[in-house]
């Protein structure tokens, strides 16, 4: 009988302390497993109050620019922060959802750095720390030229700080995330410092937000993407997906293929659905689907770029008349225009600045020249296109003044 009471009262007394030090301790950690190694520090939890130690990164030299302390982890339940300290001072924190594959930020300075994990209750933590320092880059000294260049290779890491480098400096108004290896997650935040822009693209061009979105989403993407394939994240030619959300959450779109090769594919879409309205002689005004065009004339000029390589024999300058019959404003461009001689000849635009370039509104008109190179073998083809239409005007030496 003494026994039994023995028995139960140290179940008893074990569970009181349990429960004592479950409420009252400010840091409680259960079923830990901790292995390091030269190169990383893994670490499991089954439960997580309070803050944990994970380990200390000591860097020897200093970095002049900082760097970054790679992580990998994944939370089964909760919220936590990643948090590092110098010198007993909070320099950087990251708060972590679920998978996340990260860097954390240091300012570079020799010595120890502190990491550590910041919850108030989570389960299920899987850590891996790397223990290296990889230092940052100016990454505003890249181009889409550079990224093209074979000889520039991004390690994982490298991309992971290309990415954040983009969210701090909010290069595309979102949060970029890399979710596994080949998807990214971009989520556009408030436009309110752009209302300028916004107001001026809706009441002139009829762009809404969620077309400026679109087109956002257009460029991101090839920086993104070209960057991307840069990396060591790039395996098999295997293009990633990314995924562009509007401010509510919802996807605008998701590309999983090359802007080249969505480029080719929207033009030959284009080319199947594009109408030929015909071929028309100068002085003929053609309506293009509201655009009212007329080439009001020709003539020969003799002024000349300067500090070009080499001067053309002949420059023409067409006369163009454009008129908006529409509701909405639209753009009057001489890079919708191309030209090509009696030998089929693909003609220069010749690059002079005052090349026909404008928004014109709705119910206006404008006036403008259109330049370009002639070879002499006329009548020349000068055809408008849009991605819906296009119409030929057939214009001959003569009629520019050639002889």
């Known amino acids: 009988m003494t026994k039994r009471l023995f028995i139960i009262g140290t179940v008893i007394l074990s569970i009181v302390l349990v429960l004592s030090f479950s409420m009252f301790a400010d840091n409680l950690a259960i079923n830990t497993n901790k292995l390091t190694t030269k190169e990383t520090t893994q670490l499991t939890i089954g439960s997580l ?45 990251e708060e972590v959802r679920n998978t996340s594959v990260g860097l954390l930020k240091i300012h570079g300075e020799a010595g120890n750095y502190e990491v550590s994990i910041l919850t108030e209750k989570a389960k299920d933590i899987k850590l ?32 992971q700080q290309y990415l954040n480098w983009v969210n701090e400096n909010e290069i595309f108004a979102a949060d970029v995330s890399l979710v596994g290896n080949d998807l990214l997650e971009v989520r556009f935040f408030e436009l309110e410092e752009y209302s300028d822009i916004l107001d001026f693209t809706e009441e002139i061009l009829s762009i809404e937000l969620q077309d400026l979105l679109t087109l956002n989403a257009e460029v991101a ?48 879409e284009e080319e199947r659905n594009r109408v030929n309205l015909g071929t028309f002689r100068m002085r003929e005004p053609i309506d293009i689907n ?51 001689d009696s030998w089929g000849q693909e ?18 008109e404008t006036h403008g020249p259109v330049y370009f190179v002639a070879s002499g073998k006329g009548p020349y083809e000068v055809t408008y296109t849009t991605t819906k239409a296009k119409v030929t005007w057939v214009v001959s030496d003569r009629e520019l003044g050639i002889y």
């Open 49 to 93: 109050k309070g803050e944990y130690h994970v380990d200390t990164i000591y860097l020897a030299e200093a970095l002049s620019v900082g760097g970054d302390i790679p992580y990998e982890i994944t939370i089964g339940e909760g919220t936590l922060s990643l948090r590092v300290q110098f010198d007993g001072e909070l320099i950087s924190e």
């Open 221 to 268: 993407d090839l920086h993104l993407r070209e960057a991307y394939k840069a990396s060591t994240y790039y395996q098999n030619q295997q293009e990633p997906t990314i995924q562009f959300f509007d401010l509510e959450g919802d996807l605008i779109v998701e590309y999983n293929t090359s802007s080249e090769q969505r480029r080719i594919e929207k033009e030959q």
């Open 128 to 159: 891996t720390l790397r223990k290296e320092v990889i230092k940052d880059r100016d990454w505003s000294e890249f181009t889409l030229f550079d990224w093209g260049r074979k000889e520039i290779r991004l390690s994982d890491v490298e991309y």
């Open 290 to 340: 509201g655009d009212v065009i007329t080439i009001t004339g020709g003539t020969t000029v003799a002024r000349r770029l300067e500090n070009e390589l080499y001067s053309p024999n002949i420059v023409v300058r067409l006369g163009i008349q454009f008129e908006n019959i529409r509701d909405v404003g639209t753009f009057a461009s001489a890079k919708l225009f191309s030209i090509k």
């Open 347 to 364: 003609l220069e635009i010749y690059p002079f600045e005052e090349n026909l370039g404008e928004i014109v509104k709705a119910g206006e």
